[in-house]
């Protein structure tokens, strides 16, 4: 089992930045890769950037790409997403993720319970 926590979430004004982070527990963290999605009132949870389980590979949503960024260091804890440039439209709650397989699609194993982001114009 691992138990996921974000933390960093908060009000910022646009073009404003924060950095979320992703702290894990329990058994294999190091043998899972992760990823962040969100997800706005009213809408379909969304991806938003994924990396790999030694951090070589990071993929991000074209809404994000330029402006965002996961990291980890290896395969140790936690994951951060740096969000700079923030847009009203990147207001959400931001969910990560832990599976055994990085993808841009919601197949995670593992899921925290979200931190929120809101960006005032």
């Known amino acids: 089992q691992v138990q996921l926590v974000e933390s960093g979430g908060g009000l910022v004004q646009a073009g404003g930045s924060l950095r979320l982070s992703c702290a894990a527990s329990?058994?294999?963290?190091?043998?899972?890769?992760m990823g962040w999605f969100r997800q706005a009132p009213g809408k379909e949870r969304e991806f938003v950037a994924a990396?790999?389980?030694?951090?070589?590979?990071?993929y991000y949503a074209d809404s994000v790409k330029g402006r965002f960024t996961i990291s980890r260091d290896g395969a140790k804890n936690p994951v951060y997403l740096q969000m700079n440039s923030l847009k009203p439209e990147d207001t959400a709650l931001y969910y990560c993720?832990?599976?055994?397989?990085?993808?841009?699609?919601?197949?995670?194993?593992?899921w925290g319970q979200g931190t929120q982001v809101t960006v005032s114009s």
């Open positions: 993720a832990a599976g055994r397989i990085v993808s841009i699609t919601p197949i995670y194993d593992y």
């Open positions: 329990g058994r294999a963290f190091s043998s899972y890769a």
């Open positions: 990396i790999s389980v030694s951090g070589g590979t990071t």
